[in-house]
Nanobody, 124 residues
Framework: VQLVESGGGSVQAGGSLRLSCVSS????????MGWFRQAPGKEHEGVAT???????SYSDTVKGRFTISQDKPNNILYLQMSSLKPEDTAVYYC???????????????????WGNGTLVTVSS
């Protein structure tokens, strides 16, 4: 399985960005996917997840500002980020669980496959 993120960049506070993640390497569709981030000097943090039954979960820090969605036919996961804040600055990673495993909220420790990340920088 390969996950490739894109869409990161620099934006001013209050701005918006949309991240994309293309998944390839297998034909399964029943898996949990999500977005996670790591700010400099901090632990990984769950941002948003999308289960294969359509359920979504968001961290409290992004709820109401970020939206996770999916283009299933093309195996693309999106993260629409709005009202960005300087504290959203981080490397954002796309990740997946093995098939037939539900997400556990925005928990990152049970994700099995990871992309290389895309940097988002929000300036004040």
């Amino acid at each position: 399985v390969q996950l490739v993120e894109s869409g990161g960049g620099s934006v001013q506070a209050g701005g918006s960005l949309r991240l994309s993640c293309v998944s390839s390497g297998d034909t399964y569709s029943n898996y949990c996917m999500g977005w996670f981030r790591q700010a400099p000097g901090k632990e990984h943090e769950g941002v948003a997840t999308l289960d294969y039954d359509g359920r979504t979960s968001y961290s409290d820090t992004v709820k109401g500002r970020f939206t996770i969605s999916q283009d299933k036919p093309n195996n693309i996961l999106y993260l629409q980020m709005s009202s960005l804040k300087p504290e959203d600055t981080a490397v954002y990673y796309c990740a997946r669980r093995s098939p037939a495993h539900y997400c556990s909220g925005v928990e990152y420790k049970n994700m099995d496959y990871w992309g290389n990340g895309t940097l988002v920088t929000v300036s004040s």
